[in-house]
């Protein structure tokens, strides 16, 4: 028995996974750490995939189609894995992926002629983003 260690010793030694948030955020803390932000916008990027881009005016900014369905798979992953109680890599993953969608979407889809598919879905990303990247900057340690 000399090395095995107790388990509250054992459970000393690991980092807490959260903190209870303050203030405004408060209110918005379960909804972060719940699967919902993610999985609402991750039907919004399968429908779209199912839109071809020639239905687009030519001059209208519309994602392509890989981008379209890869992001749709991610944002379901991320709902999985915050379902499955990992609010620590599952709102990382939701917040890393917001970000790479915004970086690469944002400008050109916030520049008229506008296509409403593409501001949802851009608008979408933005909260997720927020919400879930708040709850990983935040209030994880």
Same mark, same amino acid.
């Given at each position: ?8 010793? #054992?459970? @000393? ?6 903190k209870t ?15 919902? @932000?993610?999985?609402?916008? @991750?039907?919004?990027f399968?429908?779209?995939?199912? *839109?071809?881009?020639?239905? *687009? ?11 379209? *369905? =890869?992001?749709? !798979? ?6 999985? *894995?915050?379902?499955? =109680? ?9 917040? #890393?992926?917001s970000?790479? %969608? ?16 593409t ?6 990303? #933005?909260?997720?983003?927020? !919400?879930?990247?708040?709850?990983y900057?935040? %209030?994880?340690?």
């Amino acid at each position: 028995m000399q090395g095995k260690e107790s388990p509250e010793h #054992a459970n @000393s030694s690991s980092p807490s996974t959260s903190k209870t948030a303050s203030g405004v955020f408060s209110h918005f803390q379960p909804y972060a750490r719940s699967k919902f @932000s993610p999985l609402a916008i @991750s039907p919004c990027f399968a429908a779209s995939a199912v *839109v071809p881009s020639t239905v *687009v005016r030519p001059n209208v900014h519309f994602p392509p189609y890989l981008h379209r *369905v =890869g992001f749709s !798979l991610v944002f379901g992953g991320a709902a999985y *894995v915050l379902a499955a =109680g990992d609010a620590r890599n599952g709102s990382g993953i939701a917040t #890393a992926w917001s970000l790479t %969608y915004l970086f690469l979407h944002l400008r050109r889809s916030l520049k008229p002629p506008f296509y409403p598919i593409t501001l949802a879905m851009t608008a979408g990303t #933005a909260a997720c983003a927020a !919400l879930c990247g708040t709850e990983y900057f935040m %209030y994880q340690t």
